[in-house]
T-cell receptor
Framework: KAGVTQTPRYLIKTRGQQVTLSCSPI?????VSWYQQTPGQGLQFLFE???????NKGNFPGRFSGRQFSNSRSEMNVSTLELGDSALYLC????????????FGSGTRLTVV | GENVEQHPSTLSVQEGDSAVIKCTYS??????FPWYKQELGKRPQLIID?????GEKKDQRIAVTLNKTAKHFSLHITETQPEDSAVYFC????????????FGKGTKLSVIP
C-alpha cells in the first residue's frame, strides 16, 4: 500500500513568488491535513480537507490556501512568499471519520531566498 | 482553542533506562491524543495513541497514560535502545471528534549507548 506522497521534495523560491505543493493521500483516505514545521514553532496546523471541503483552518494569513480534488489529492498554495515561509510543509492523510491517526508524508522543504 | 505543552524539551538517558515525556492540554473536550516519533530528516510517524475513554495503553516497550481530570498524558518508553533516539511529539485534537491536531513543541530524546 503506497504511503502519502508529497511533491516536490525540495523547492527554492524568491521572495514575492508563489508556490504550489502537492499531496497524494493513501488510497481510500479522504482527509488531508497540512502542517508547517519549523525549528522554532514546531508543527503548526494550516488546514484540513475532507471530500473537497475545507473542514478546519489554522491561524495563517490568507496567502496560504489549499484545495482538494475529487480523487482526494490536495494542493496548497502560498502566494507572495516571505522569508519566514521557509519551512518543511507536511501533509497527512487519514480516513477522516472519527478520531484516527494521521499518516504523514515526507514533506516538501521550501526555502525562500 | 487547544493548547498542548510538552516537557522536557530534551532528555538524555542511558541505554536500558526508562524515559518519560509529559504533556498537558487545555481543552477538556479533547478526546484523542496521539504520539509521533520523528527521526532526523524523516517524517513524523505515529507510535501510539489513546482515546479519552481509556486510562492507559501499552504496545511492547511503549505505554501512554491519560489523566483526564488533570488534563495531562505521558509517554513511557522502557528498556530504551539507541534507535529510540528521535524527537517525540505529543498532540491533542481540538475538541471532541475534531480532525485538527495541536502538537506540543517536541522532546529530543537521546539514548546513550
Amino acid at each position: 500500500k503506497a504511503g502519502v506522497t508529497q511533491t516536490p521534495r525540495y523547492l527554492i523560491k524568491t521572495r514575492g513568488q508563489q508556490v504550489t505543493l502537492s499531496c497524494s493521500p493513501i488510497s481510500g483516505h479522504r482527509s488531508v491535513s497540512w502542517y508547517q514545521q519549523t525549528p522554532g514553532q514546531g508543527l503548526q496546523f494550516l488546514f484540513e480537507y475532507f471530500s473537497e471541503t475545507q473542514r478546519n483552518k489554522g491561524n495563517f494569513p490568507g496567502r496560504f490556501s489549499g484545495r482538494q480534488f475529487s480523487n482526494s489529492r490536495s494542493e496548497m498554495n502560498v502566494s507572495t512568499l516571505e522569508l519566514g515561509d521557509s519551512a518543511l510543509y507536511l501533509c497527512a492523510s487519514s480516513l477522516g471519520e472519527g478520531t484516527d491517526g494521521y499518516t504523514f508524508g515526507s514533506g516538501t522543504r521550501l526555502t525562500v531566498v | 482553542g487547544e493548547n498542548v505543552e510538552q516537557h522536557p524539551s530534551t532528555l538524555s538517558v542511558q541505554e536500558g533506562d526508562s524515559a518519560v515525556i509529559k504533556c498537558t492540554y487545555s481543552d477538556s473536550a479533547s478526546n484523542y491524543f496521539p504520539w509521533y516519533k520523528q527521526e532526523l530528516g524523516k517524517r513524523p510517524q505515529l507510535i501510539i495513541d489513546i482515546r479519552s475513554n481509556v486510562g492507559e495503553k501499552k504496545d511492547q516497550r511503549i505505554a501512554v497514560t491519560l489523566n483526564k481530570t488533570a488534563k495531562h498524558f505521558s509517554l513511557h518508553i522502557t528498556e530504551t535502545q539507541p534507535e529510540d533516539s528521535a524527537v517525540y511529539f505529543c498532540a491533542g485534537n481540538s475538541g471532541a471528534g475534531s480532525y485538527q491536531l495541536t502538537f506540543g513543541k517536541g522532546t529530543k530524546l537521546s539514548v546513550i549507548p
